[in-house]
């Protein structure tokens, strides 16, 4: 009986284990597939969903280069023409501030 109690508190555990630890892989994962077919603003959400789902206190760095990337080419290819030298620049900063955060890119 003892057995059996253990055991399935040991299922409950490695369940709230999977769920709160391990669903950014998920938000990560469908971030990639849009990142390769172009869809930056969709991989942008999902990155934003894998950050905010990531456990606390591990460094999420490749969520966050992966992230910073997505924005920027998001800005397209005519970034620094003088009507949208401004938003490029916020984007940018932002994307440096993304990086930073937690030490990734020091």
Same mark, same amino acid.
Do not use: W
């Given at each position: 009986?003892? *057995?059996?109690?253990?055991?399935? @508190?040991? #299922?409950?555990?490695?369940?709230?284990?999977?769920?709160?630890?391990?669903?950014? @892989?998920?938000?990560?994962?469908?971030?990639? *597939?849009?990142?390769?077919?172009?869809?930056?603003?969709?991989? @942008?959400?999902?990155? %934003?969903?894998?950050?905010?789902?990531?456990?606390?206190?591990?460094? %999420?760095?490749? #969520?966050?280069?992966?992230?910073?990337?997505?924005?920027?080419?998001?800005?397209?290819?005519?970034?620094?023409?003088? %009507?949208?030298?401004?938003?490029?620049?916020?984007?940018?900063?932002?994307?440096?501030? @993304?990086?930073? %955060?937690?030490?990734?890119?020091?």
């Amino acid at each position: 009986m003892k *057995r059996k109690i253990l055991a399935a @508190i040991f #299922i409950v555990l490695i369940t709230i284990f999977g769920f709160l630890f391990l669903r950014y @892989i998920f938000y990560y994962n469908k971030g990639n *597939r849009l990142y390769e077919r172009f869809d930056y603003v969709g991989a @942008i959400e999902q990155y %934003e969903n894998a950050l905010d789902a990531f456990p606390p206190h591990f460094k %999420e760095c490749s #969520i966050r280069v992966n992230l910073a990337l997505a924005m920027i080419y998001n800005m397209g290819p005519d970034f620094a023409a003088p %009507e949208n030298v401004e938003n490029s620049i916020a984007t940018l900063m932002e994307a440096r501030d @993304i990086l930073l %955060e937690d030490g990734c890119a020091t």
